[in-house]
């Protein structure tokens, strides 16, 4: 959904909501609070550590779509008596604030309500990644990095450290220094995936930076090997830096590389000029797909 397209449509959101109540002084109210992400038991802790950054959730009442909209929030309805409510978790795509789409990997939170004029129906919605869920997890909590600095071209390196910066989870994340001397850093997870086209495909990485990061995608194929940069995750000011998650789609990727590939993922940073150091930590590494 284009920016402009978005914006129309939230505005359109505000002057619906604005007339329903305006019209109907006795509408029923629907509130729902931030996202919960639970384990999945079917999945035997695949999924490793469940962080998660679903900021808003798309909502069907009795099937019919009311909107989407940041959580938490509270909205009128006009409806009461038994309804069906659908909640979907909704992510921010590529990092890109104006860009959102329903998480295919998370399950849907479905309840029945019932709803009374004046009077608040309050939701915590719970979901839980879907049980044909593929995973590949780098959580830096094996004594074996899974993440390989490339010998040719890297100064600085990937090392553990459990360092208290703000809130992370886990025991371990992955931190890489950067200065002057080491100048840049280069780094690829070691295992080849295979992962079909035409299925959903994302990255989810939680970071902490004081430095810019790029990722991107390798494709290795009996023609070649090819690495695609994809995101900038931007570097954070040092007095305000804090862990922050992603979720890169990397559907347009698969499908444009050769047959028969196989992938991995890259991270390539180079020191921030007019900087003294740049910090880059990184930390539950998830590739999903179907």
């Not at 890109?96 to 998370?106: D, G, L, M």
């Not at 040719?152 to 371990?172: D, H």
């Not at 086209?197 to 990255?203: A, I």
């Amino acid at each position: 959904m284009t920016l402009v397209r978005w914006i129309v449509l939230f505005f359109s959101s505000v002057f619906m909501f604005s007339s329903c109540v305006k019209n109907n002084p006795d509408p029923s109210w629907l509130q729902v609070n931030d996202w919960t992400l639970e384990s999945n038991i079917a999945l035997s802790g695949e999924e490793g550590e469940l962080t998660q950054n679903m900021t808003n959730a798309k909502v069907f009442v009795n099937d019919q779509l009311i909107g989407i909209f940041e959580t938490p929030f509270r909205i009128p309805l006009l409806l009461e008596g038994a309804s069906n409510v659908k909640i979907f978790p909704v992510i921010i795509n590529n990092g890109i604030s104006a860009t959102k789409k329903v998480y295919p990997f998370a399950e849907r939170y479905e309840l029945d309500v019932i709803l009374v004029k004046n009077e608040t129906v309050e939701i915590s919605p719970v979901t839980r990644y879907n049980s044909n869920t593929n995973f590949w997890v780098e959580d830096f909590e094996d004594v074996n990095i899974s993440i390989e600095n490339d010998p040719n071209t890297s100064a600085a390196t990937l090392q553990f450290s459990n360092q208290n910066l703000n809130t992370f989870n886990g025991n371990y994340y992955g931190k890489v220094v950067l200065n002057e001397l080491d100048s840049t850093w280069v780094a690829y997870t070691v295992e080849q995936l295979y992962i079909p086209k035409g299925v959903d495909c994302y990255l989810e990485v939680d970071y902490f930076n004081t430095n810019d990061l790029y990722q991107g995608l390798i494709s290795l194929s009996p023609t070649g090997v090819t690495n695609n940069i994809n995101i900038r995750m931007n570097s954070q000011p040092l007095e305000d830096v804090q862990w922050k998650k992603i979720y890169i789609e990397l559907n347009e990727l698969v499908i444009a590389s050769p047959n028969q590939s196989t992938f991995q993922q890259s991270f390539v940073a180079n020191f921030d000029n007019g900087e003294t150091e740049g910090i880059i930590c990184l930390d539950n590494i998830k590739v999903v797909w179907f």
